[in-house]
């Protein structure tokens, strides 16, 4: 007759049942053979808990490798941007290509680069001026 131990034991038990339990699930599946199930679901474990971390790992991998950080070649404007994507500059609105290199113009197809030099200028003549001349596709007359 000690209500205030038996009590005292019941709270014991209950707050240790939930680990008993685990234990003797585990004890019980490895008991019967069945190990590499306690095997996997701790592997599961590790995996869920991994993942995250080498996603992270993965993709500042990766965006080391794609991220080009440069000047846009028109305004100067520092810019940063994936390998191989085209973007388009935020300052002067121009259409440009990420390369490895850096950032270029984006010229579509039928676009003819000029290098023009100004002849007018006289001895000035070694000045380069960046001319782009876009060849429009022929217009077709549907009739
Ligand atoms: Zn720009």
């Known amino acids: 007759m000690y209500p205030q131990g038996s009590?005292?034991?019941q709270i014991n038990f209950s707050g240790l049942g939930c680990w008993l339990t685990v234990l003797a699930v585990v004890w019980l599946l490895s008991a019967i053979g069945l190990g590499?199930?306690?095997?996997?679901?701790?592997?599961?474990?590790v995996l869920?808990?991994?993942?995250?971390?080498?996603?992270y790992l993965g993709f500042r991998w990766?965006?080391?490798?794609?991220?080009?950080?440069?000047?846009?070649?028109v305004c100067e404007t520092q810019l940063a941007g994936l390998k191989n994507a085209p973007t388009v500059c935020p300052n002067c609105r121009t259409q440009l290509q990420v390369t490895p290199q850096g950032f270029?113009?984006?010229t579509p197809e039928g676009?003819?680069?000029?290098?023009?030099v100004d002849v007018t200028a006289g001895d000035r003549s070694g000045d380069a001026v960046d001319v782009s001349v876009e060849v429009l596709p022929p217009v077709?007359?549907?009739?």
């Open 7 to 9: 009590k005292n034991y």
């Open 36 to 45: 590499w199930i306690v095997k996997s679901i701790a592997f599961i474990v």
């Open 48 to 55: 869920i808990l991994a993942t995250p971390v080498l996603a």
């Open 62 to 73: 990766w965006l080391k490798r794609n991220l080009i950080e440069g000047n846009c070649p």
């Open 104 to 106: 270029v113009r984006f």
């Open 111 to 116: 676009t003819v680069e000029v290098n023009a």
């Open 140 to 143: 077709d007359d549907e009739r």
